[in-house]
């Protein structure tokens, strides 16, 4: 019901960086646009909002462009999980909020020897993609601290119902304390493993359970 929630809180986070040595194909990245200031440049772990069109390079045919097709919203996803192609994950690294790149991505790292939907098997992927904005990702250290209000290292249910209403109203929806109650519950249930009635740093960035 409330996917972006969902994905912020409950979905676990990349815990170790894929560290194959092998020769492996790569994503030729160019920037089209950068802009003049920067406060932050994207990393492994954060969300990112992104508007994008995807060709295929064989014919130059246009397969998705998420300004013109489904709900014409730009998409959020998390760099660095393997959320999205691999080709996303490693050519959309170190990016400004409103940074326009053209990635190529070989078959290897979009969709392979199977192809997906309109795309044919072993297809060569470019990419035009624009970031609109950068957030920190739901288990990072900024997250954290963000919704440790009192700085004691540890969310009570309190700060984390805070912060579900913060991140209700953020997004549009209106705040509702019931509901926010049953999700705290759901949230500590899986996130508080000691059951000490507070989700430490620890709990809260490393990931042990099945999800
Ligand atoms: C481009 O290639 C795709 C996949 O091979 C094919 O389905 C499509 O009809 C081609 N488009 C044009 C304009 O040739
Ligand atoms: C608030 O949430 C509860 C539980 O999910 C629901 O039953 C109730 O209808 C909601 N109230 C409002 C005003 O949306
Ligand atoms: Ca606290
Ligand atoms: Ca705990």
Redesign the pocket.
């Known amino acids: 019901m409330f996917p972006i929630l969902f994905r912020l809180l409950l979905v676990s986070v990349l815990s170790n960086v894929d560290c194959a040595k092998l020769p492996e194909p790569e994503v030729k990245i160019e920037v089209l646009y950068k802009p003049f200031l920067c406060h932050r440049k994207s990393k492994y772990g954060d969300i990112l909002l992104v508007h994008y069109e995807g060709y ?1 390079e ?2 130059g ?1 246009l397969f998705h462009s998420s300004r013109q097709h489904g709900d014409q919203n730009p998409v959020w996803f998390t760099l660095g999980i393997r959320e999205v192609i691999a080709g996303w994950d490693r050519g959309m690294q170190s990016m400004c909020a409103g940074e326009r790149r053209k990635l190529t991505i070989p078959p290897a790292l979009a969709y392979g020897k199977e192809g997906k939907g ?1 795309i ?1 098997p072993e297809s060569t992927l470019i990419f035009h993609m624009e970031v609109l904005e950068i957030r920190n990702g739901p288990r990072s250290h900024e997250s954290f601290q963000e919704m440790d209000l009192n700085d004691d290292w540890k969310l009570s249910k309190q700060e984390v119902k805070e912060y579900l209403r913060k991140e209700f109203e953020r997004h549009g929806y209106a705040a509702n304390d019931t509901h926010h109650e049953v999700m705290v519950e759901d949230i500590f249930q899986k996130e508080d493993e000691d059951q000490d009635g507070f989700i430490s740093a620890r709990e809260f960035t490393y990931k042990h359970d099945e999800l």
């Open positions: 295929l064989s014919n045919t309109k044919p």
